[in-house]
């Protein structure tokens, strides 16, 4: 099968190059989903009903060169692999539409750090999980669950390729990676706690780190080989500038990002920073990954013009209107605010267009329609 | 400058200032003094965060510190009244869960003196309104992530104006995307890009 247009603009513009328009891909499936009038429950249990929804959408405002992260089909999954389950709609008296949502809880303690690089991370996750989620301990059970989550995520896959025929690209997929850091904050120890370990606890939190990376490059590599899409989402918010010093980034967090960077990039995958708060100030640290392989995507936080200059040579930067734009401000601003990033983050090319972060669940349909023209409007590369 | 107590503080050795607070306390050392120590030391670390030599982790870590070193004297404390430096009710609007800047500014206002209510999260406005008439405070904090909650911020703002309480009740919100147009949009006062300004703020407001 030929690769689409949309497909060779994102590539061209991952390579730093110039394609013949900038890309416009955004992180869409919330908005999308309340807009075609399906509930977040329909939109994260039932694809079909999802890609209905991005359709429909779609016909209404515009159509997009692709959709970064979608939990579109993966409420399962999500479900399924999360230690510390989250809210989710329509599951433990939350209500059918509500957005899913993380608890920050701590499932583990800290001296478990040892036990994840003594006993390995895979053993003990499952093992964890088994705790967490009781039911799963009966056979029969975890065999019924865990066959619907393969359905799941293979029906996922297909709906994968059905945009792809469509010319709307799934920029990562359901490829998920995190550093073992970003991990364990999240999933396993909670915001506080982990902050506290990294004082408390370095060496340990290196040694499950070190334990614990390769079972996350594992899962990537299951959404490449599942979807067929070389690039995988490598999610970053806790050892952000805004919240970790770079003493602290230099010695725990910035190994992981290059190595998790490298393994992905040494297979021909292109990761996808997805990188959440503010990053400015870790910004020259990023010279440190792989050159013109990695594509940046910052939310609104970090300052994306400063990323120009600093990594504008380096890699595809990729963002970032605002979610209280969408929501708040009217079209000629959204207008506005995506012809700079265009003329200026993207003047060179090597720049994708997108929401920063999620398109919210009540930004403007108009706003939304205003962002996808932008590119037409003002993002043709001569 | 913070005295031993607060330099170590300042380092943030954990183990350090909890041995020299107890040790303090058993020499005689005036309770109200160790945390006035306590104290200088936290008001060292909110400069250096302001002008970015420490980060979040530090603002944090040290704010843990402090609740140990305060749990400790406050065994000794007893009917020794502390003032306050004012009265803040807090937590994330009804619709939204996430709560590390909430707790953040709990922690760090309560460690700058502040008498702090926090109501948790996905707290409806009537929550807010009654803890504010309960306790009198002029403060309301209100924290969230999602673009939801700047809904339930709006109709938040107007439960305290509707219960007549807005006159004396300064509104301070938060939360990762919140902007002047957040602001205006909800009808607060103002918000607090971090904790640390959050902070300040509280205090201008309380002072």
């Known amino acids: 099968m030929a690769n689409s247009l949309a497909f060779e603009r994102i590539e061209a513009a ?6 013949d328009r900038v890309p416009f891909v955004p992180i869409i499936d919330i908005f999308a989903a309340k807009y075609a009038g399906i509930t ?34 993966l409420g399962s999954l999500l ?5 510390n389950p989250p809210m989710m709609p329509g599951l433990r008296g939350m209500p059918d539409d509500v957005e899913w949502m993380f608890m920050e809880k701590s499932v583990m303690e800290p001296s478990e750090y040892r036990d994840i690089a003594e006993r390995g991370a895979l053993r003990w996750t499952v093992e964890k999980v088994l705790q967490t989620h009781p039911h799963l301990k009966s056979p029969s059970t975890l065999v019924r669950e865990g066959s619907g989550v393969v359905h799941d995520l293979m029906k996922v896959g297909r709906s994968a390729k059905t945009w792809r025929r469509r010319g709307v690209e799934p920029l990562v997929a359901a490829n998920l990676v995190f550093t073992p850091m970003e991990w364990m904050s999240m999933m396993l120890r909670g915001f506080n706690d982990f902050l506290f370990d990294m004082f408390r606890h370095p060496e340990e939190i290196k040694a499950a780190s070190d334990a614990y990376k390769k079972t996350l490059w594992w899962i990537g590599m299951a959404g490449v080989l599942t979807s067929g899409v070389k690039r995988v989402f490598m999610g970053g918010t806790r050892t952000s500038a805004t919240v970790i010093s770079p003493k602290q980034f230099e010695e725990l967090a910035l190994p992981e990002w290059q190595e998790t960077s490298e393994y992905f990039v040494k297979r021909g995958i292109t990761p996808m920073l997805h990188l959440d708060s503010d990053w400015t100030a870790f910004l020259p640290y990023l010279k440190h990954l792989p050159a013109r392989k990695c594509i940046l995507n910052l939310d609104g936080t970090s300052n994306i013009f400063k990323a120009k200059e600093i990594l504008g040579d380096h890699m595809c930067i990729m963002g970032d209107v605002p979610a209280p ?34 398109v919210p669940i009540d930004a403007k349909p108009e706003n939304v329609k205003a962002m996808i023209a932008s590119v037409n409007r003002y993002g043709k590369y001569k | 400058m913070a005295g ?7 380092e943030l050795e954990e183990d350090k200032v909890l041995d020299s607070v107890r040790a303090s306390l058993n020499d005689g050392v005036e309770p109200i003094a160790v945390v006035e120590e306590l104290r200088d030391g936290m008001s060292e670390i909110g400069k250096r965060f302001e002008a970015k030599d420490y980060y979040l982790s530090e603002l944090i870590m040290s704010a843990e510190i402090f609740k140990q070193a305060m749990e400790i004297i406050e065994t000794k404390l007893s009917g020794a009244s502390q003032a306050t430096k ?29 008498e702090v209510h926090d109501l948790g999260v996905d707290v409806p406005p009537e929550k807010f309104v009654a803890k504010l008439e309960e306790t009198g405070a002029g403060l309301l904090a209100l924290s969230g992530l999602l673009t939801i909650a700047f809904d339930t911020m709006k109709t938040t703002v107007e439960a305290v104006t509707a219960a007549g309480l807005r006159d004396r009740v300064r509104v301070i919100i938060g939360g990762g995307p919140v902007n002047e147009a957040v602001v205006e949009f909800t009808g607060a006062d103002t918000f607090g890009k971090d904790a640390s300004e959050a902070v300040r703020l509280a205090a201008q407001y309380t002072g």
């Open chain 1, 14 to 19: 991952t390579r730093l190059q110039k394609p």
């Open chain 1, 79 to 83: 479900e399924f692999i999360i230690p």
């Open chain 2, 4 to 10: 031993e107590i607060g330099n170590l503080l300042v």
């Open chain 1, 40 to 73: 977040q429950h329909e939109m994260m249990f039932d694809i079909d009903k999802a890609d209905y929804s991005l359709l429909r959408t779609m016909n209404d405002l515009g159509w997009i060169d692709g959709f970064s992260l979608s939990y579109g089909g």
């Open chain 2, 86 to 114: 004012g009265t803040v009710v807090l937590g994330t609007v009804q619709g939204d869960i996430h709560d590390i800047g909430k707790n953040i500014v709990a922690s760090i206002l309560r460690c700058e003196g502040f």
């Open chain 1, 325 to 358: 734009l969408l929501k708040l401000g009217e079209p000629d601003e959204v207008d506005e605010y995506c012809r700079r990033l265009i003329k200026e983050v993207g003047a060179d090319g090597g720049f994708i267009l997108s929401s920063g972060c999620s």
